[in-house]
């Protein structure tokens, strides 16, 4: 079955950087989409990067230049790269995978089939 692991996650302070890591095993999809996500307690689960089968991506507004997502094929594993990080960052951070996303529903939670448990990151000022 398909399994997605989350790592990385930790606590930094403002302006710090973290990467995390997500390993996906248990399928050989020709192609894929993998993006993450982010929660923080009483809010909407929210889009933070996408990964397209192509190697497009897309960024939330509120990221956009402070990280990066990256895919390595070999390893199945997603990564984002997190600069200058802000508390308001501070969330449970989670990978998504799917089989194929439209690049206009990239970034939203409801589409994709796939989720992996989440690894939280903690930034303080």
């Known amino acids: 079955q398909v399994q997605l692991v989350e790592s990385g996650g930790g606590s930094v302070q403002a302006g710090g950087s973290l990467t995390l890591s997500c390993v996906a095993s248990g399928f050989s999809w020709s192609s894929n989409y993998m993006a993450w996500f982010r929660q923080a307690p009483g809010k909407e689960r929210e889009g933070v990067a996408a990964?397209?089968?192509?190697?497009?991506?897309q960024y939330a507004d509120s990221v956009k230049g402070r990280f990066t997502i990256t895919k390595d094929y070999a390893s199945n594993t997603l990564y984002l790269q997190m600069n200058s990080l802000k508390p308001e960052d501070t969330a449970m951070y989670y990978c998504?995978?799917?089989?194929?996303?439209?690049?206009?529903?990239?970034?939203?939670?409801?589409?994709?089939?796939?989720w992996g448990q989440g690894t939280q990151v903690t930034v303080s000022s």
């Open positions: 990964f397209a089968s192509d190697g497009s991506t």
């Open positions: 998504a995978a799917d089989q194929w996303v439209g690049y206009p529903a990239r970034l939203s939670s409801s589409v994709y089939t796939y």
